[in-house]
């Protein structure tokens, strides 16, 4: 065999082993990042419509990732992540459990996000009304449902209104207790009780209600949304990219339309 002949061999074998290599690598490269991920999102009960329709959009162009969703009172979810359920990012409605899930060592990069509106609603067929005088709405009801303020915000914004306005002992015994947000507007859409203390988008969602009085923000703390990533995931990367989408422009417009106000 000529030099040139065994050269040009030798050649052409080098040259299909470095493309043999190459093609190997891409194609782990192209597995690892296609590599199908499920995370665990556990959001409060008041962004359920908007987060459902915000995630169809979102899978669409990460078709790698999987967002189960779990909605519950945000005190809830913040005793869950801490008691160690497998969470792999929250959006919370109050800036004091985004607060205590990040003291406590399970939550990271908080954010806000979004703002909502407390309103007092009412089955839309009963004769309350709106009126002047938010106390005097408030005492001539018989049954008021707020969430248990312990573990959803929207009864704890409830509770303070009421401090506020000097009817927190007076009006105890009407009280009617909900599991989250959702509850309270089923309560009252069902006409179970009088008024119910629940967001202006969540009253949106429910053509059985209507809105009796918007609750005048400086009767409680600012309603907040955040989102955080639970420490403990094995997810992180997916669940920041999630988190930064919600606070894109493309997400506000779809929070916007159920009522939610931006943060910014």
Do not use: W
Request: charged share 20%; aromatic share 6%.
């Amino acid at each position: 065999m000529s030099k040139k002949l065994l050269l040009a061999g030798v050649v052409a074998l080098s040259a299909g082993l470095i493309l043999t290599g190459c093609t190997s690598q891409s194609s782990a490269k192209k597995t690892t990042t296609d590599k199908p991920v499920s995370i665990n999102y556990s959001a409060a009960a008041s962004l359920q419509g908007a987060l459902t329709e915000i995630d169809k959009t979102y899978e669409k162009s990460h078709q790698n990732v999987k967002i189960n969703f779990d909605f519950a009172g945000s005190g809830a979810i913040r005793e869950k992540v801490v008691a160690g359920a497998p969470i792999d990012g929250v959006f919370l409605a109050s800036k004091s459990d985004a607060d205590k899930l990040t003291q406590a060592g399970k939550g990271a990069d908080a954010k806000a996000v979004l703002g909502n509106t407390l309103v007092l609603v009412a089955n839309k067929n009963t004769s309350v009304n709106s009126s002047k005088n938010l106390t005097d709405t408030l005492n001539a009801a018989k049954k008021i449902a707020i969430g248990e303020p312990s573990t959803v915000p929207a009864g704890m914004y409830a509770e303070q209104t009421l401090a506020k306005l000097g009817l927190a002992t007076s009006l105890k015994p009407k009280l009617v207790m909900g599991s989250d947000v959702t509850q309270v507007l089923s309560y009252a859409a069902a006409g179970n009780v009088d008024l119910g203390f629940v967001y202006k988008t969540d009253a949106m969602s429910n053509k059985n209600v209507k809105v009796v009085d918007n609750i005048p923000d400086n009767l409680h703390d600012a309603i907040t949304y955040y989102t955080e990533t639970v420490k403990d995931t094995k997810h992180s990367k997916e669940v920041k990219a999630f988190n930064k989408y919600l606070d894109s422009s493309a997400a506000q417009k779809v929070f916007a339309k159920y009522g939610f106000k931006s943060a910014k």
